[in-house]
């Protein structure tokens, strides 16, 4: 089994507190470790809050989905394409470009640009968005090589106006999606009506589109949900039968964008997906099809090779309810505010005695701004710090000054 945390020489027990652990993430002689480094040295030399990212975990997750699709029986058919939506900190972008593990996955013109700064040629780079201004056409029209994946009719019409005879992909809309646990908050398909994508009965139109300004569709484009495990990969699979049906009404597709979406465990009893599984299903949807694939991982790529670094501002019992407030709050670590992804809090020293149930809070003037009821944390009295893992993916890049609190460094490990 292919999993995310497959690298660990000695992996907790799932019903463990410790399920987390990992060769590179781990108490050692109960003081935490994180990338080789001790988490309580990392907190005194960048201070609090402060993003820490592993480069070596990005870049061994991106391996491990290579060897996945590689054992399935994908060879030289297909690219792993790295959501930068999910962290774009310039120096993780440059890394990855140099290990050569991927190309990008780019939603907006000024993601394009950026990427392009970091060393990615415009050829690697697939570009989905919707609701472009008639500026970001203007944008990426500059950019000659690059692969466009049109969202909607409109986008088809005005690419065409722009670059009639050129080659576009389609994103569509296959009207069913796939999360973590059913997570509707994290579907961009499904019963309800998205903006994500061109619907089955909309198709032709968009054919005739672009055969009006000869256009040649050469990629076909779905992303339907976020955060998947083992658990959704049936889901996943009726995903793919739905989206097969647009690649058939076309005559010159060359690539298939099956999007991200693969998930990392949040909580103990999650489990971890299910790598082989996941590549062997594709596969078998596209064996003996002359169809190349892409797949756009920022989730697994990034998420858990990020702690977000927090200074403990308080410790007190309210009501029934011991809190522990930390300097930053949910607008630079939105997840678990925005779609119930909490962010598990780690003591920098587990020290010996017994653990308590703690509500960990942010310092912003909202309701929402709690990252972990009842985490199960030792004595933190004298403590200084504490960690959130799985913070190194849509925390950072969806942060926001929201009450004039959203300061925070960032810093990439080897």
Same mark, same amino acid.
């Given at each position: 089994?292919?999993?995310?945390?497959?690298?660990?020489?000695?992996?907790?027990?799932?019903?463990?507190?410790?399920?987390?652990?990992? &060769?590179?993430?781990?108490?050692?002689?109960?003081?935490?470790?994180?990338?080789?480094?001790?988490?309580?040295?990392?907190?005194?030399?960048?201070?609090?809050?402060?993003?820490?990212?592993?480069?070596?975990?990005?870049?061994?997750?991106?391996?491990?989905?290579?060897?996945?699709?590689?054992?399935?029986?994908?060879?030289?058919?297909?690219?792993?394409? *790295?959501? /930068?939506?999910?962290?774009?900190?310039? %120096?993780?972008?440059?890394?990855?470009?140099?290990?050569?593990?991927?190309?990008?996955?780019?939603?907006?013109?000024? !993601?394009?640009?950026?990427?392009?700064?970091?060393?990615?040629? %415009?050829?690697?780079?697939?570009?989905?968005?919707?609701?472009?201004?008639? !500026?970001?056409?203007?944008?990426?029209?500059?950019?000659?090589?690059?692969?466009?994946?049109?969202?909607?009719?409109?986008?088809?019409?005005?690419?065409?106006?722009?670059? %009639?005879?050129?080659?576009?992909?389609?994103?569509?809309?296959?009207?069913?999606?796939?999360?973590?646990?059913?997570?509707?908050?994290?579907?961009?398909?499904?019963?309800?009506?998205?903006?994500?994508?061109?619907?089955? !009965?909309?198709?032709?139109?968009?054919?005739?589109?672009?055969?009006?300004?000869?256009?040649?569709?050469?990629?076909?484009?779905?992303?339907?949900?976020?955060?998947?495990?083992?658990?959704?990969?049936?889901?996943?699979?009726?995903?793919?039968?739905?989206?097969?049906?647009?690649?058939?009404?076309?005559?010159?597709?060359?690539?298939?964008?099956?999007?991200?979406?693969?998930?990392?465990?949040?909580?103990?009893?999650?489990?971890?997906? &299910?790598?082989?599984?996941?590549?062997?299903?594709?596969?078998?949807?596209?064996?003996?099809?002359?169809?190349?694939?892409?797949?756009?991982?920022?989730?697994?790529? /990034?998420? &858990?090779?990020?702690?977000?670094?927090?200074?403990?501002? *308080?410790?007190?019992?309210?009501?029934?309810?011991?809190?522990?407030?930390?300097?930053?709050?949910?607008?630079?670590?939105?997840? %678990?505010?925005?779609? &119930?992804?909490?962010?598990?809090?780690?003591?920098?020293?587990?020290?010996?005695?017994?653990?308590?149930?703690?509500?960990?809070?942010?310092?912003?003037?909202?309701?929402?701004?709690?990252?972990?009821?009842?985490?199960?944390?030792?004595? /933190?009295?004298?403590?200084? *710090?504490?960690?959130?893992?799985?913070?190194?993916?849509?925390?950072?890049? /969806?942060?926001?000054?929201?009450?004039?609190?959203?300061?925070?460094?960032?810093?990439?490990?080897?």
């Amino acid at each position: 089994m292919q999993t995310a945390l497959a690298d660990s020489a000695a992996l907790e027990d799932k019903d463990s507190p410790l399920w987390w652990q990992r &060769d590179d993430l781990s108490y050692i002689d109960n003081e935490l470790h994180f990338a080789g480094h001790k988490v309580q040295n990392l907190a005194d030399e960048c201070g609090t809050p402060s993003f820490v990212y592993s480069l070596t975990r990005a870049k061994s997750n991106l391996s491990r989905i290579h060897s996945a699709l590689r054992k399935a029986g994908f060879t030289q058919n297909y690219r792993v394409l *790295y959501a /930068m939506k999910a962290n774009r900190f310039a %120096p993780l972008l440059t890394g990855l470009k140099l290990s050569g593990l991927c190309g990008i996955d780019a939603c907006s013109p000024a !993601e394009v640009e950026l990427a392009v700064s970091c060393g990615f040629a %415009p050829e690697q780079i697939s570009f989905t968005a919707g609701s472009l201004s008639a !500026e970001d056409y203007r944008v990426l029209n500059r950019f000659k090589s690059l692969n466009i994946n049109c969202d909607s009719l409109h986008a088809i019409r005005r690419w065409g106006e722009l670059r %009639p005879g050129s080659s576009i992909g389609i994103r569509v809309n296959p009207g069913v999606g796939v999360s973590r646990e059913g997570n509707e908050r994290l579907q961009y398909a499904g019963k309800a009506s998205t903006k994500f994508g061109i619907y089955r !009965e909309q198709f032709p139109e968009a054919l005739a589109l672009a055969k009006q300004f000869n256009l040649t569709i050469r990629r076909i484009h779905f992303h339907t949900g976020c955060g998947y495990l083992t658990a959704q990969l049936p889901q996943l699979d009726q995903v793919i039968k739905n989206c097969m049906w647009f690649v058939d009404q076309c005559q010159h597709i060359e690539r298939v964008n099956i999007g991200g979406g693969l998930g990392v465990p949040h909580h103990a009893t999650d489990g971890t997906l &299910d790598l082989d599984a996941w590549a062997t299903l594709l596969f078998r949807h596209f064996e003996g099809k002359p169809l190349q694939l892409d797949v756009e991982p920022g989730e697994y790529v /990034m998420k &858990d090779a990020g702690l977000l670094l927090l200074s403990k501002t *308080y410790l007190e019992k309210k009501a029934d309810t011991l809190f522990l407030g930390v300097d930053a709050g949910f607008n630079i670590a939105p997840e %678990p505010a925005f779609y &119930d992804l909490r962010f598990l809090p780690l003591a920098l020293n587990r020290g010996a005695g017994e653990e308590h149930p703690v509500t960990v809070v942010g310092n912003i003037n909202e309701a929402l701004d709690v990252f972990y009821r009842d985490a199960l944390l030792p004595d /933190m009295s004298n403590a200084t *710090y504490l960690t959130l893992i799985n913070a190194g993916a849509y925390s950072s890049s /969806m942060a926001s000054n929201h009450c004039m609190r959203g300061q925070f460094r960032e810093y990439l490990l080897p």
